[in-house]
């Protein structure tokens, strides 16, 4: 069986406070995109995982997709599988890849052997590998709160926009982002300036992380104005970056030139 993990964006992101378990408290909007692994399962003597694409280093069997099929087998009868994961999605990038493919296999042994788990029964599972694995169990815009596992369906629709994503040679560590930033509650939710004309997010949506790690890796700030220089009508970092990403109008025809960067495009 083969399935697609896909990656996602943050619209928006505020670190709200740090709590007694050292983790942090946030704001932000999940949504899905386009940019996509590639996972297949295959009956097997013995469970393996087999990589391609771009290289993870490591020890596969701490791979969240190891991790997933270990957790189902703990619950359920599961047979040995041979596991082939196409890595495309680019890690330290915001994007969520790692949790994708872990959900995504949830998901994949979810259907494969007929467990006839609930969404909500397999987010419970996801939780286990990441905060903000779940996500990519609902798979649809999310308004996401506490350590990015409080999920909330959110109407956001961009089918009259194309999303044009950015990822640097740089890879940025999650620890250091949030060691750089000063937690602050918003003075307005999330839920509700996402409503507003994606013309008018440039002004009232920012993301916490920027300020710290455009400090630290101006080429990542430079990724941003370029975007905009382009003609998006919103462009940002996504999660703690490096990734960023802008939103153009379908009639925009921009030129990307963006050297030593990975580049992916919906349109």
């Not at 997709?65 to 890595?87: C, H, R, T």
């Not at 042994?109 to 286990?128: E, I, M």
Request: charged share 20%; proline share 6%.
């Amino acid at each position: 069986m083969l399935t697609f993990p896909n990656a996602k964006i943050n619209i928006g992101l505020t670190i709200v406070e740090k709590r007694s378990d050292g983790y942090h408290n946030l704001e932000t909007v999940f949504f899905p995109i386009g940019w996509k692994d590639a996972l297949e399962v295959i009956p097997s003597e013995v469970s393996s995982l087999t990589l391609s694409g771009i290289p993870i280093q490591g020890d596969v069997n701490k791979n969240l997709v190891m991790k997933a099929l270990q957790l189902l087998k703990a619950d359920f009868s599961i047979g040995e599988l041979a596991v082939y994961l196409q890595k495309n999605i680019p890690f330290g990038a915001g994007l969520g890849g790692g949790s994708a493919d872990g959900a995504c296999m949830l998901r994949l042994l979810n259907d494969y052997f007929k467990l006839h788990l609930s969404d909500d029964q397999l987010a419970a599972y996801a939780v286990r590998l990441g905060a903000d694995c779940p996500f990519f169990i609902y798979n649809k815009p999310m308004f996401a709160s506490g350590i990015g596992d409080r999920l909330e369906p959110v109407e956001l629709s961009l089918r009259d926009y194309f999303i044009v994503v950015v990822k640097p040679d740089v890879a940025v560590s999650t620890a250091d982002a949030y060691s750089m930033v000063v937690p602050r509650r918003p003075q307005q939710s999330l839920k509700e300036l996402i409503q507003q004309p994606v013309e008018r997010w440039r002004e009232t949506i920012g993301n916490d992380f920027e300020t710290a790690v455009f400090a630290k890796y101006p080429a990542i700030a430079h990724l941003k104005a370029e975007l905009y220089a382009q003609g998006a009508l919103y462009a940002s970092m996504s999660g703690s970056g490096s990734a960023v990403y802008g939103i153009f109008p379908v009639a925009a025809r921009p030129h990307f030139v963006f050297p030593d960067c990975m580049v992916w495009c919906d349109r």
